[in-house]
Nanobody, 119 residues
């Protein structure tokens, strides 16, 4: 199994910055892709950004130019640097890892971290 532990959420004023971290742990796993999703009250969970094992990144249009996803391969950790935050970025942010564990590829989720942006 793969465990994901997130950190870095909080309350920030509009225009501010936050950095989220997500560390993956376990044994005998190989990460295919890691990313961040978010879910605001009353809305569906949406993909924010991901980074593949080959370093390819992708972002939802609403965060392009403001959010940057990166990774530390040695630490099995992915980061989401968020700048110029807007109230509409308020949501619970979930780390996701798509990983091989043995012969099975599965999605794993963190517990979520709250990001609140005040206007």
């Amino acid at each position: 199994q793969v465990q994901l532990v997130e950190s870095g959420g909080g309350l920030v004023q509009a225009g501010g910055s936050l950095r989220l971290s997500c560390a993956a742990s376990g044994s005998a796993f190989s990460i295919n892709r890691m990313g961040w999703y978010r879910q605001a009250p009353g809305k569906q969970r949406e993909l924010v950004a991901y980074i593949t094992s080959g370093g390819i990144t992708n972002y939802v249009d609403s965060v392009k130019g403001r959010f940057t996803i990166s990774r530390d391969i040695a630490k099995n950790t992915v980061y989401l640097q968020m700048i110029s935050l807007k109230p509409e970025d308020t949501a619970v942010y979930y780390c996701n890892a798509n990983a091989w564990y043995g012969s099975r590829r599965s999605d794993y989720w963190g517990q979520g971290t709250q990001v609140t942006v005040s206007s």
